[in-house]
């Protein structure tokens, strides 16, 4: 018995070991090109041309700050925007979209999981539907729908994340089926409003789940490039912003400056995700454990 | 019985309540029946129009165009089905790697914390980004390129995103590196809730990783690997990558998805055309979806503890 157990950890042990250097070799890969970019930034524009993979020849950490008035991408006519700009355009984009985004999942289904009324199987009927029939070849339509009421180029285009389908709302849905429903029973006892209850109670439990699926939406928007490219060419973010810069450097390449540009637009987000990590990992959950 | 007064008083709840409800609805109702509702009818209205000075005419020209590429073997069309099928294809063949990666975390191999957080960069870090460090890491002046010349005994640097015959595996491979541990936050998130109890019984019972993982936590995480499965199966025809920012669909690598795209950002043109090219492979994906759901949900039936 006791051999068998040992050997059995020693099979287990070479099957951990196999699997750690896989694991040390795959990070490895992600670890070099961003290590590559956070040095290519740090080059010359002659050393990062002519030696493209080996350490700079001299250091120019000052190009960070450079790339600051250097990084800028034309948006029509004389006017520019610099990575400050594009660094407030993804601000404004990533919180506007995502609060509308959050918000409105979360208000559609605590009323269609917590009250009963005329239509609220249609609507999580809606949902299932949205989820498992992705209508392709909507874009040309959305596209047009959206220059038609003239949201192109203005703020106005967050309305379009205004909406509580999808995922967001599997995750809201199955949180709130699960929470305790005898604080809010308390609450309409002490005579508060379905809206007081609502805002007093039900939020804050909702923290944690909100937490962690703003942080989600909030990556994917500060990441979309395709949304700001056809419905906000004044206003790039910064994932529009770079791409537009490294498009452009077919007429003038200025490598150093680009990728100073990466390492500052991916700051915000590693905090952000290494603020939230656990949030997001405990608590976002979907088709739930069997049990 | 109820007096007047309780009567009145509960449907004065009634209407307050009503208020509520319909407060809570009306903003996503309201971009729902706009963003959803209006722009598929109109999608659907467009399949079947084509510009004619300056309105449209209704017509199955577009769909009639559809037929005739679908005729001609080595049309665009066919090669974006085929890549579009080549990338459903790879993220299936990668779903079992993220469930190796999240079960060797969730076993807490050595630095798991540090991976943890490191596998999840390619997932929060912007694909411009990744794209162009890919790009740049693959091409001529890389170590990639020098080494697989040297490897392969060739008398050129090979090209990746510059050769048809590379490219598109080039791209396939930016969804290998970037999607090694792709779900694993959901899929982690799912392990984390398996209670010990049932664990440490099967580590008593002898079980070795492989045992534990197949018959006691796979089984458990059912539910949540078939929802990732399902909603694999129903973007079938979507599927894809960060094509715009690879190759912008030259040397072969176009996908459905990516045509659509293309159509409306560079082509300037109405995506008509486009619009029945998704209208099409819509219908297609119906019976996909009917057929997933009822494997994933009839036949695979998960334990229950």
């Known amino acids: ?291 | 019985m109820e007096s007047i007064a309780e009567k009145t008083k509960k449907k004065k709840i009634n209407i307050k309540r009503g208020i509520f409800i319909v407060g809570m609805l009306i903003v996503p109702l309201l971009n729902f029946i706009f963003f959803y509702v209006y722009v598929n009818f109109d999608s659907i209205l467009m399949a079947f129009q084509v510009r004619s000075g300056t309105g449209v005419i209704y017509t199955f020209d577009n769909f009639r165009l559809l037929f005739e590429e679908f005729g001609k073997s080595s049309s665009d069309l066919w090669m974006n089905i085929r890549n579009t099928l080549m990338y459903f294809a790879l993220s299936f063949l990668l779903m079992p790697i993220s469930i190796m990666v999240s079960y060797f975390i969730y076993k807490k191999i050595l630095f798991y914390r540090f991976y943890r957080i490191i596998f999840f960069l390619p997932s929060i870090i912007s694909a411009i980004v990744l794209t162009i460090l890919y790009k740049n890491i693959l091409g001529v002046y890389g170590p990639i390129a020098a080494a697989w010349k040297n490897i392969f005994n060739l008398n050129y640097t090979p090209e990746f995103f510059g050769d048809s015959r590379y490219a598109i595996w080039a791209c396939l491979g930016y969804n290998v590196w970037t999607g090694f541990a792709g779900n694993f936050i959901l899929i982690g998130g799912a392990m984390s809730r398996i209670p010990d109890s049932i664990i440490e019984a099967g580590a008593l019972d002898g079980s070795t990783p492989f045992i534990e993982l197949r018959k006691i936590i796979i089984p458990l995480i059912w539910p949540t690997v078939t929802t990732l499965i399902t909603l694999n199966f129903v973007s079938i025809f979507s599927a894809g990558g960060p094509i715009l920012l690879l190759t912008e669909g030259n040397y072969n690598t176009g996908t459905l998805s990516y045509f659509i795209f293309a159509q409306v950002y560079f082509a300037g043109g109405d995506g008509q055309y486009a619009s029945a090219v998704g209208m099409f492979f819509t219908i297609l994906t119906i019976p996909v979806v009917l057929l997933t759901n009822y494997v994933a949900n009839r036949k695979i039936e998960a334990v229950e503890y």
């Open chain 1, 1 to 291: 018995m006791e051999r068998t157990l040992k050997k059995r950890s020693v099979s287990n042990r070479i099957v951990f070991m196999v699997a750690f250097v896989i694991f040390a070799a795959y990070a490895a890969t992600l670890f070099y090109a961003f290590l590559w970019a956070i040095i290519s930034a740090c080059k010359s524009n002659s050393d990062f041309v002519m030696h493209m993979f080996a350490m700079p020849e001299k250091w120019y950490p000052q190009n960070y700050l450079k790339a600051f008035t250097l990084l800028r991408v034309n948006i029509g006519g004389n006017q520019y925007v610099n990575l400050l700009g594009m660094l407030m355009n993804s601000v404004w984009i990533t919180v506007g979209g995502t609060v509308l985004s959050i918000t409105c999942a979360t208000t559609m289904t605590y009323v269609v999981c917590r009250y009963r009324f005329p239509g609220r199987k249609i609507i999580y009927f809606l949902n299932l539907i949205v989820m498992m029939l992705p209508i392709m070849g909507s874009l040309p339509a959305q596209y047009k729908f959206v220059s038609d009421i003239g949201f192109i180029n203005t703020p106005l285009i967050l309305l379009m994340y205004a909406g509580g389908f999808g995922l967001n709302f599997i995750v809201m849905y199955g949180f709130f089926k699960n929470l305790p429903w005898s604080y809010a029973e308390a609450c309409f006892i002490d005579g508060a409003s379905d809206l007081q209850t609502f805002i007093w109670v039900v939020v804050p439990m909702t923290m944690p789940i909100v937490t962690a699926l703003c942080v989600i939406s909030g990556i994917s928007i500060w990441n979309d490039y395709q949304t700001p490219m056809l419905y906000l060419k004044s206003f790039p973010n910064l994932a529009l912003g770079l791409y537009q810069f490294n498009s452009n450097m077919v007429y003038e390449a200025d490598y150093p400056t680009l990728f100073a540009g990466f390492v500052i637009s991916t700051i915000p987000i590693l905090i952000l995700f290494g603020l939230f990590s656990e949030t997001i990992m405990s608590n976002v959950t979907i088709g739930g454990l069997k049990g």
